[in-house]
């Protein structure tokens, strides 16, 4: 720690006045926030290898020069155990888009940081290659069939063989020639991130900045496109990775001729190699280190891999067969098969009482509407329901049924954030008034329709009292 405080005082001047441990991730490398007395803070990093540590030192500095959006490294210690780097704040695009992760629909806001931090891709690839000294790349300057063997036995070893799944390893490395060669048709003198995913992203001003590159090395533009958009928990969904794909390859004209149905093509060998490395990792971290946090992402990486076997890849017929099986294998579940949660909301009277449960699961909110003025209590509208204009405009004028669902809404959401995650499959949301007609049917209405704009969730409305 004395290095770090160090450092901080070569940078700044001063020595820090406070320094908080940050969490860490899977890495070895350990995070700290240095504050000085004047408030401005640092981030000092210790980080157990040496060969790693120059590796993002160097990178960074390159990246910098080139005027690409990564932290700025004020310093390193003689050894090169410690580094000092500009601190961007605690906002990362994994964060901001867990709404749209959980839910499975994404706002236009959590779109636009996706497509903005996929544009610039193509500048880290290109525009960072250049000049670029790769031999001090950690651990290996170069995405090479090494490489990808490394990677496929991770996969065999790591994963596939914990399973318990029966295979012929002999047609297995049969197939993982076949597609070391494809894999191999892409080289190209480009940066490869390696590790291009929304955690390694931090928002900065509202702008898109990228650490953790130290892994990165000489390699083909596919990879990365396929280790973001297809991250194993990103739940992104099939209109939203074309959209993804499509603002990359917009931006990559600007540095190479583009040919969309070869790149694509080439694409999915890529994905289908990025996901049995992950795999690979998550069973290594889960199996074996024994950290089950790992293993909750294994069903998103087989729920990925079911959706690329859609379309077989007859370029490896065994392995497609063996994946095939894999998918199946009852431990890994039909994630596409789940139901989806299903809410349904009522409307009713209570002086015929509350609504009944048949799901048979309990649980979820009664709402009592009779505190909102009750346009039922006046002769020209008692021959009208909540789903007529005439009551709609009475309630809106008045004016306090906005507040009353505002809070309903929040109660609600919350409720039903926890039973997607949860993997729950049903809620129930009641309505009661006087008469079941006027106020709660407006309230039901409204509810359905506000969940169903905001959740991708199965939401049934029944007005009991005027069905």
């Known amino acids: 720690m004395e290095e770090l405080k160090q450092l901080f005082h070569k940078v700044s001047g001063t020595l820090p006045a406070n320094i ?6 899977g890495s070895n490398r350990r995070y700290f926030r240095l504050t000085g007395s004047d408030g401005k803070t640092l981030i000092g990093v210790k980080g157990t290898s040496v060969e790693e540590n120059k590796a993002f030192v160097t990178i960074a500095k390159h990246f910098q020069g080139k005027g690409l959006n990564v932290p700025t490294v004020y310093d390193m210690s003689e050894d090169w155990a410690f580094y000092i780097q500009e601190d961007l704040g605690d906002e990362i695009l994994f964060k901001a888009t867990e709404q749209g992760r959980k839910c499975g629909k994404f706002s236009d806001e959590e779109k636009s940081l996706l497509k903005k931090t996929v544009a610039l891709l193509p500048d880290l690839q290109f525009r960072g290659a250049e000049g670029m000294d790769f031999s ?29 799944l029966e295979f012929s390893e002999t047609r297995l490395e049969d197939d993982f020639e076949k597609m070391s060669n494809i894999l191999m048709r892409s080289t190209s003198a480009t940066f490869m991130y390696r590790d291009f995913q929304s955690r390694n992203v931090m928002l900065h001003n509202g702008e898109p900045y990228f650490i953790d590159f130290q892994g990165g090395r000489k390699g083909p533009i596919f990879y990365d496109v396929a280790s973001f958009i297809w991250q194993a928990k990103a739940n992104y969904g099939e209109e939203l990775r074309e959209e993804l ?25 890529f994905v289908l190699f990025r996901t049995l490395q992950v795999l690979g990792a998550y069973g290594f971290r889960g199996y074996f280190e024994k950290k089950p946090h790992f293993l909750q992402s294994v069903p998103y990486a087989i729920d990925n891999l079911r959706n690329l076997l859609k379309t077989p890849f007859t370029e490896y017929p065994y392995l497609n067969e063996m994946l095939g099986e894999l998918t199946r294998m009852k431990q890994f579940g039909d994630m596409a ?38 346009p039922g209590k006046y002769e020209h509208y008692k021959h009208f329901t909540g789903l007529d204009n005439e009551v709609i405009k009475f309630l809106e004028d008045d004016g306090g049924v906005f507040a009353f669902l505002d809070n309903a809404y929040s109660m609600v959401d919350a409720h039903v954030q926890k039973f997607i995650e949860r993997q729950f499959t049903h809620i129930m949301v009641a309505f009661g008034c006087t008469g079941g007609q006027h106020r709660s049917v ?13 959740f991708d969730i199965i939401v049934k409305v029944e007005h009991r009292e005027i069905q």
Do not use: W
Request: with cysteine; charged share 30%.
């Open 20 to 25: 908080d441990e940050l969490p860490s991730s």
């Open 136 to 164: 001090i790349c950690y651990p290996q300057p170069e995405f090479d069939r090494r490489m990808i063997a490394f990677d496929l036995n991770y996969f065999k070893y790591c994963f596939l063989k914990a399973t318990g």
């Open 245 to 269: 794909v499509d603002t990359y390859l917009e931006s990559l004209k600007r540095y190479m001729p583009v040919d969309y149905d070869y790149f694509k093509q080439q694409l999915r060998h």
């Open 337 to 374: 098969e789940k139901k989806k949660l299903e809410v349904r909301v009522f409307s009713f009277a209570y002086k015929k009482g509350i609504p009944n449960d048949t799901t048979g699961n309990g649980g979820g909110f009664i709402f009592d509407c009779r505190a909102i003025n009750n």
């Open 442 to 454: 407006y309230c039901a209405e409204h509810m359905g329709e506000h969940l169903r704009k905001k």
